[in-house]
């Protein structure tokens, strides 16, 4: 049986097919899922309605660009595809013992978002925004997750700047990939650095990985953030640094 069929009203976005409670929308299910998940993932606005949550505030969208703090799945084949392979991966131990630890170490920061304070300041033409750190932050500290929209890899067409490889199946394949050229949060504003103060890294809180950010060394107030965007990453951009 389909393990997300518990979902299917949902999925449909059909709020009046659900008997719920505020308590039963954040009941956790064998995978890590809940109801309230499930309508953020996919951006269910009926059902996001209806659910009254605090997490459930509409997105605000400025200039073209709509600032969320939870990945957004382009559809519902993409969630569905997303989470199976998860799933398996968990299931068949291909999932690093270091990924499943790092979850469970960060779990609680990147459900309550819980980012040092920081400014997005402009640096100018060639490089855009940037993000500064407003206070001292300690070394191994959570900056924050990337997010955006999950969606497969072109295949013929060149990506934005704003993309980043997204795993499921912990074999090397990366298929998929989060965008985050017109929906994201502060860590889009991330500038490259050959000599980076921020490590990125993939971390597994079921039934999904999480991109996060995290300080490689203190990082003293003013302090731009950075991280190395890696070789494959400028194959085929114009290279940037600060």
Sequence with gaps: MDPLYRYKHIIDDRPDKIKFTQASIRQLDEYGLCMLDVAIFLNK???????????????????GFTYTDHLIFENEKIFKK???????????????QKKLFRGVYFQEDIERKNHPKIEINWIGDDLGYGVFAAEPILEHKFIGEYVGVVRKKPFFTKENYYTMRYPTLFLGRREMMIDGETMGNFTRFINHSAKPNLELESVFISPFTRMIFTAKRK?????????????????????KDI
């Design 82 to 96: 997303v989470f199976s392979r998860c799933k398996r991966a968990k299931d068949n131990g291909w999932i690093e």
């Design 45 to 63: 606005e009926n059902c996001l309605r209806a659910f009254e949550a605090p997490q459930t505030k509409p997105l605000v969208t400025k200039e």
């Design 219 to 239: 990082i003293e107030p003013f302090e731009q953030l950075t991280f190395d965007y890696g070789k494959l990453y400028w194959k085929k951009r114009k290279f």
